[in-house]
């Protein structure tokens, strides 16, 4: 009898001692994850009218949730959660136009681990622009052949509000023309006016003055030093239709912000304008 029992201890013990080692076991291969995801690289930014794109590289890590996107007035500044998307990309809706803000991306995973943010210094500024605008020959309308960038509207050739006018020389060939207080630089073929993302630092045209080709992008500097982009959609005997976008802050050569603004350029004054 004593032999029974006995056994039946062993065995009870055996299988109690079995049952803690593979509980054990369980409770090493389970681990919370407290490594976060990657920066998440390639941050960049594209205007729009009261709004900027923001986009970004996609993370590899197999347990990416999603990703944060934060603003601030600053690069170095304290930044604000805007928004969270399972996506490489993020629009920041409702601005204003002519507001900089500076964009930053974090990576975070099923764990609520987050990254650091966002290394590159991009920054964005929604900006107004206008599509289907028309104006016409200055030799034939001169009332309707200047354009003001500023305001979006159809002015005199030669008024003071004029950033560019259009004309057909005397060999037929559509031209676009600026004030010699001003500038303009043909950037070539484009698919859209969004595919021009700043304004030049140089190469502008010596003349004043560019050939007029559909589907090119050109880029205007008026005379108080704001930067315009125009994208040609159709040409004919006596007009040209554009789309137009315009950087309302002065001195500012990012027309699809990503990029730290250039220096300064100067410019020289003009009598070849009258006032209205």
Same mark, same amino acid.
């Given at each position: 009898?004593?032999?029974?029992i ?6 009870a013990?055996?299988?109690?001692f079995?049952?803690?080692d ?18 998440p ?23 990416? %949730? ?16 805007l928004?969270?998307?399972? *996506? ?6 409702n601005l204003t ?6 964009y ?6 099923y ?8 290394r590159?210094d ?13 104006i016409?020959?200055y *030799? *034939? ?6 354009y ?10 030669n ?7 259009f004309?057909?020389d ?7 023309n600026?004030?010699?207080?001003s ?15 700043? %304004? ?19 880029v ?5 030093m704001?930067f ?13 239709t ?11 050569? %990012?027309? *699809?912000p ?19």
């Amino acid at each position: 009898m004593k032999r029974r029992i006995l056994a039946a201890a062993i065995i009870a013990g055996m299988f109690f001692f079995t049952g803690c080692d593979e509980h054990d076991r369980y409770i090493d291969t389970v681990s919370y994850d407290y490594t976060p995801p990657a920066i998440p690289t390639g941050v960049q930014t594209s205007n729009g009218d009261e709004n900027v794109y923001i986009s970004w590289l996609s993370n590899s890590e197999k347990d990416l %949730a999603g990703y944060n996107v934060y603003y601030s007035t600053s690069y170095d500044g304290r930044y604000t959660l805007l928004g969270s998307t399972d *996506r490489t990309y993020f629009y920041d809706n409702n601005l204003t136009n002519g507001n900089k803000y500076y964009y930053a991306v974090t990576a975070y995973d099923y764990d609520n681990n987050e990254s650091e943010l966002s290394r590159e210094d991009v920054y964005g500024i929604g900006r107004p622009q206008k599509a289907d605008q028309r104006i016409y020959d200055y *030799r *034939r309308f001169p009332n309707d052949a200047g354009y003001s960038c500023a305001t979006f509207s159809v002015v005199k050739y030669n008024s003071l509000d004029s950033d560019f006018f259009f004309e057909i020389d005397t060999t037929g060939y559509p031209k676009l023309n600026v004030f010699d207080d001003s500038a303009i630089k043909d950037m070539g073929a484009t698919g859209s006016i969004y595919d021009i993302t700043s %304004a030049p630092t140089g190469g502008w045209s010596p003349t004043f003055q560019e050939d007029c080709k559909i589907g090119h992008t050109y880029v205007i500097r008026t005379m108080d030093m704001h930067f315009a982009k125009i994208r040609i959609k159709s040409i004919t005997a006596d007009r040209i239709t554009f789309d137009v976008a315009y950087q309302t802050i002065a001195y500012e050569e %990012a027309l *699809r912000p990503g990029q730290k603004p250039g220096p300064r350029i100067t410019f020289k004054a003009s009598s070849a304008r009258i006032a209205q």
